[in-house]
């Protein structure tokens, strides 16, 4: 009989590319039977960019790619389990695992696996994929009230977890400070292998520098100046894959809308072939003020490597660290930099061919020897198997 697997959603999107493309299907691909429950929006699912579907997935309940999707709407969440219908459609998928991925939904899950102990002898088992780090301590826009609050939610729920994933070693690092005998593991934000794949460098027409995903408006006012910048001196264009939010827009100088691609929000296997033509990979996150921005190591930064494209970012721990150990790229050694520091960063790349090249290879070569979610396919389902021995397994890389 096979084992089911439920996972709950809060605020995500059913089609988060980690949580659909990666780890369900994969866990599907494994013999599990995998259920998502997911919020509706005014009555309708979202797509990654927020916007509703309105012409399809309208069934409160259907499969899709052979994954169970249950819908219930948010309007309707309350801070009673009791009466969350989240919580309610949870307990009645009765699984062997519950998989959460937000803060709530882990609270959510920890009351699901209570009560089925209790009330069945049932002896379910809940993960939490913590992507993010919730409280984030150093971020200003939380007051110190709702920190310590989310703080007292998360230390209860870590009561009852079985297992942790996690993104980056630091937020590892960060947990098992918390307690050290929590299991954790980190399954990188990473996507499969593409199939082909041509070393950058090796042309010498237009120069291509892209952003991939969500855009804030700091980030867009950096992008508009960089290519301002660039565009003076060589023919150079920026790729914005992504962008704004549904409901959301950003201006473009009248004089640099030929320089600046607006791709949008693309399917997630389409993101190669979107790439292709992508020379460098800018990553811009402010980590002043954020733990999560410091220890971040986003699905862009997978998504460029996996194409064999050189990244150029910003001094983020865990990303510093990736990109000096396996040469892939150049990290502007500031917290915050400024366009020009940019500018530097890319037209150093530019102007030297050859070590753009060896970089674009050093990036490919890390995903195929250790980072792309083939490898982390094989640790995320050791997890799971890891709960049909009385011991957890050693989860070797």
Same mark, same amino acid.
């Given at each position: 009989?096979?084992?089911?697997?439920?996972?709950?959603?809060?605020?995500?999107?059913?089609?988060?590319?980690?949580?659909?493309?990666?780890?369900?299907?994969?866990?599907?691909?494994?013999?599990?039977?995998?259920?998502?429950?997911?919020?509706?929006?005014?009555?309708?699912?979202?797509?990654?960019?927020?916007?509703?579907?309105?012409?399809?997935?309208?069934?409160?309940?259907?499969?899709?790619?052979?994954?169970?999707?249950?819908?219930?709407?948010?309007?309707?969440?309350?801070?009673? %389990?009791? @009466?969350? /219908?989240?919580?309610?459609?949870?307990?009645?998928?009765?699984?062997? &695992?519950?998989? =959460? *991925? +937000?803060? #709530?939904?882990?609270?959510?899950?920890?009351?699901?696996?209570?009560?089925?102990?209790?009330?069945?002898?049932?002896?379910?088992?809940?993960?939490?994929?913590?992507?993010?780090?919730?409280?984030?301590?150093?971020?200003?826009?939380?007051?110190?009230?709702?920190?310590?609050?989310?703080?007292?939610?998360?230390?209860?729920?870590?009561?009852?977890?079985?297992?942790?994933?996690?993104?980056?070693?630091?937020?590892?690092?960060?947990?098992?400070?918390?307690?050290?005998?929590?299991?954790?593991?980190?399954?990188?934000?990473? %996507?499969? @292998?593409? /199939?082909?794949?041509?070393?950058?460098?090796?042309?010498?027409?237009? &120069?291509?520098? =892209? *952003? +991939?995903? #969500?855009?804030?408006?700091?980030?867009?006012?950096?992008?508009?100046?960089?290519?301002?910048?660039?565009?003076?001196?060589?023919?150079?264009?920026?790729?914005?894959?992504?962008?704004?939010?549904?409901?959301?827009?950003?201006?473009?100088?009248?004089?640099?809308?030929?320089?600046?691609?607006?791709?949008?929000?693309?399917?997630?296997?389409?993101?190669?072939?979107?790439?292709?033509?992508?020379?460098?990979?800018?990553?811009?996150?402010?980590?002043?003020?954020?733990?999560?921005?410091?220890?971040?190591?986003?699905?862009?930064?997978?998504?460029?490597?996996?194409?064999?494209?050189?990244?150029?970012?910003?001094?983020?721990?865990?990303?510093?660290?990736?990109? #000096?150990?396996?040469?892939?790229?150049?990290?502007?050694?500031?917290?915050?930099?400024?366009?020009?520091?940019?500018?530097?960063?890319?037209?150093?790349?530019?102007?030297?061919?050859?070590?753009?090249?060896?970089?674009?290879?050093?990036?490919?070569?890390?995903?195929?020897?250790?980072?792309?979610?083939?490898?982390?396919?094989?640790?995320?389902?050791?997890?799971?198997?890891?709960?049909?021995?009385?011991?957890?397994?050693?989860?070797?890389?």
């Amino acid at each position: 009989m096979k084992q089911k697997v439920c996972m709950l959603l809060c605020y995500l999107p059913f089609l988060d590319a980690r949580i659909f493309e990666c780890e369900a299907k994969s866990l599907l691909k494994h013999g599990y039977e995998v259920t998502i429950i997911a919020p509706r929006k005014n009555g309708y699912l979202f797509d990654i960019d927020g916007k509703p579907f309105t012409d399809r997935f309208r069934r409160k309940t259907f499969h899709y790619q052979g994954i169970k999707i249950v819908t219930y709407d948010s309007e309707k969440r309350t801070e009673n %389990p009791l @009466l969350d /219908p989240l919580y309610q459609l949870g307990l009645k998928e009765n699984a062997d &695992f519950y998989q =959460a *991925h +937000e803060l #709530n939904s882990f609270f959510y899950g920890k009351e699901i696996k209570v009560v089925l102990r209790k009330q069945k002898g049932k002896n379910a088992k809940l993960i939490y994929d913590s992507r993010q780090l919730i409280p984030d301590s150093f971020s200003l826009n939380i007051n110190e009230e709702t920190k310590q609050k989310w703080r007292r939610m998360l230390l209860e729920n870590l009561k009852e977890v079985d297992y942790i994933l996690t993104v980056s070693d630091s937020i590892k690092s960060w947990y098992l400070s918390i307690d050290p005998l929590l299991s954790v593991e980190v399954i990188h934000n990473s %996507p499969p @292998l593409t /199939p082909s794949f041509k070393a950058k460098g090796e042309h010498t027409d237009r &120069f291509v520098t =892209a *952003h +991939e995903g #969500n855009l804030s408006k700091a980030t867009t006012q950096k992008i508009v100046s960089i290519t301002d910048s660039i565009s003076r001196v060589t023919d150079f264009q920026f790729k914005i894959i992504g962008g704004p939010r549904y409901g959301e827009s950003i201006s473009i100088p009248k004089h640099l809308q030929t320089k600046v691609n607006l791709s949008g929000w693309v399917p997630y296997h389409s993101l190669p072939a979107t790439l292709s033509d992508v020379d460098i990979g800018l990553i811009d996150l402010d980590p002043s003020h954020s733990l999560n921005n410091a220890f971040s190591m986003p699905s862009k930064f997978f998504s460029f490597l996996n194409n064999g494209i050189p990244v150029v970012v910003n001094k983020c721990s865990d990303m510093d660290k990736f990109v #000096n150990t396996h040469q892939c790229g150049i990290v502007i050694n500031q917290l915050n930099p400024a366009p020009a520091d940019y500018v530097k960063g890319i037209m150093h790349l530019y102007k030297n061919k050859q070590q753009l090249k060896q970089m674009s290879i050093n990036a490919r070569k890390a995903m195929v020897d250790v980072y792309s979610w083939i490898h982390m396919e094989n640790r995320y389902i050791k997890v799971y198997k890891s709960f049909l021995t009385n011991r957890t397994q050693y989860l070797l890389r």
